[in-house]
């Protein structure tokens, strides 16, 4: 079963708790902070990532269009999901498929509907389009990092 | 910057070719603002998130564990519900005070925790027409009898 995810970020109403939550973190910051996140230009995002949240530019067409299209196939074993912001918006809207893996990079519509056709139904990746790729499970864990060693204070000679 | 973060990291188009993401080892993706489709939000998906996040900070697995909101909508489930990719492993009904244990076991170890695995229902690809058309679609205000009528309609459409 395929699960792909449509960043859909300030697409209508789909994360409007999140949203709402986010202005009240916004609202109790202190005057400065928030002078200076207001003042910030338009393409530089609240938090420090360039360009605009996907859902303002194509995520919420690309997922009502993904939903549409795999019903109208009846296709039902491809899960379609809207996921928030995972920071990758400079480069585009974000597409992420799994368990095959792979992020793409979506800057046209024409883009989403060839990774439908070639990816999702075909099962083809589109290869010109991938943004990253995850490795496939291992079926093992992961290994802990060990705690970072604390910086040693050099003593001055005397 | 260091590597390990690469995928919380976004540079200019330009500076960032197609990479595999090495490090990453689990994509968790959590149900939140659910939109009232499933059971998430009444069943306590905030404090889950919260305390996923703290618990892999704690133990320092951030760089290889990520965590993202998704919106799962799966009615009828008991929630709140969360899905580790690539594995394609869902769970349904696991607690905040059972991070631990699912760090542990799942993350680390690598064997899914089996009595919080989201086996029935299976999940669906999209919302039955008449759970979108009800404005009021919480799955707590079904009756059971409704419940069982849209996820037998999902589980024939398979």
Not at chain 1, 60 to 77: F, N, P, T, V
Not at chain 1, 88 to 96: F, I, L, T
Not at chain 2, 35 to 46: H, I, L, M, P, V
Not at chain 2, 71 to 92: E, I, K, L, M, N
Request: charged share 20%; with cysteine; proline share 7%.
């Amino acid at each position: 079963m395929r699960h792909v995810f449509v960043c859909t970020t300030e697409y209508g109403d789909h994360w409007t708790k999140t949203i709402a939550k986010k202005a009240a973190q916004v609202a109790a910051m202190n005057p400065e902070d928030r002078a200076k996140l207001l003042s910030a230009p338009a393409e530089e995002h609240a938090d420090g990532h360039r360009g605009l949240h996907c859902g303002l530019t194509m995520g919420g067409g690309i997922y009502e269009m993904y939903q549409q299209r795999l019903q109208a196939a009846g296709i039902s074993d491809v899960v379609v999901s809207p996921n928030a912001c995972i920071a990758q918006h400079a480069y585009g809207c974000v597409v992420m498929i799994y368990p095959d893996g792979i992020w793409y990079r979506i800057r046209e519509m024409a883009d989403a509907e060839k990774v439908l056709e070639q990816h999702i139904i075909g099962g083809k990746p589109v290869k010109e389009l991938i943004h990253r790729t995850v490795n496939p499970p291992t079926g093992k864990g992961v290994q802990a990092t060990p705690p970072r060693q604390p910086a040693t204070v050099q003593e001055r000679p005397a | 910057m260091s590597n390990e973060h690469e995928h919380c990291v976004a540079q200019a188009w330009e500076e960032s070719p197609p990479r595999v993401l090495d490090k990453l080892r689990f994509h968790i993706f959590l149900c939140t603002d659910g939109k009232d489709f499933c059971g998430c939000e009444a069943n306590g998906n905030a404090a889950l998130s919260g305390a996923l996040r703290q618990e892999l900070a704690k133990r320092r697995l951030m760089a290889s564990v990520k965590v993202n909101i998704m919106q799962c909508r799966q009615p009828g489930t008991a929630g709140p519900v969360f899905v580790v990719h690539p594995d394609g492993v869902w769970y349904s009904g696991l607690k905040a005070e059972n991070v631990p244990e699912f760090i542990e076991q799942h993350v680390l170890g690598g064997k899914p925790v089996e009595r919080f695995l989201l086996r029935s229902p299976k999940p669906v690809t999209a919302v039955p027409a008449h759970i979108v058309a009800a404005a009021d679609c919480c799955a707590e205000k079904l009756t059971p009898e409704q419940q069982a009528e849209a996820l037998g309609a999902a589980a024939t459409r398979r």
